[in-house]
């Protein structure tokens, strides 16, 4: 029995004491992101970028959102020399978010474009599925890591993709 009353006492003063938690519903999140994209081709090399991103949340744990991220990669020319290869990639769709604790998981799947600048323009249609996780800083500020797997749809451009984001967003809620 005292067992019982301790952990009803426990539990109590761990309700009390939390924070509000406000669910995604009517939040516009957006966000900054440091990327590192690993290639899946054997001349292309890896590359570093950035990225925005925005969602705004449709219910408690469905949002419709959007990204754009730049990144350069090194990649040999005829003559042997590498030379700067800039990859613009922009999708938008929905992300599906728990995000009812300080931890705040989440998976999306995106469709967009992509688009390598070398001497000429090659673009792309983009699937994008990623997961990761933000963790609440303050009630306005999250931080968190994200993967995205990027299938690039069409021969003129780089195959398959792999995206590691470390992220920072700023939430505001309306209404």
Not at 18 to 29: D, P
Not at 76 to 85: A, C, F, V
Not at 135 to 160: C, F, K, M, R
Request: charged fraction near 15%.
């Amino acid at each position: 029995m005292k067992t019982l009353i301790l952990f009803v006492g426990v539990l109590s003063l761990v309700f009390l004491c939390s924070r509000h938690a406000e669910a995604l519903e009517n939040q516009l999140i957006v966000g900054g992101s440091l990327d590192y994209a690993l290639e899946f081709d054997d001349e292309l090399q890896h590359g570093g970028g950035v990225g925005v991103h925005s969602w705004f949340g449709l219910t408690d744990a469905v949002a419709i959102g959007g990204r754009i991220a730049y990144a350069a990669h090194a990649a040999p020319n005829d003559e042997g020399d590498n030379e700067l290869r800039n990859v613009i990639t922009a999708a938008a769709g929905l992300y599906f978010v728990l995000d009812i604790i300080r931890v705040i998981p989440y998976a999306g799947v995106l469709i967009g474009a992509a688009v390598e600048i070398e001497d000429d323009v090659a673009a792309s249609y983009l699937m994008n599925v990623c997961i990761g996780a933000d963790v609440i800083i303050t009630a306005t500020l999250t931080s968190g890591l994200e993967v995205s797997y990027q299938a690039l749809i069409g021969d003129d451009i780089l195959p398959a993709r792999l995206v590691i984001s470390a992220r920072m967003s700023w939430r505001h809620l309306f209404f």
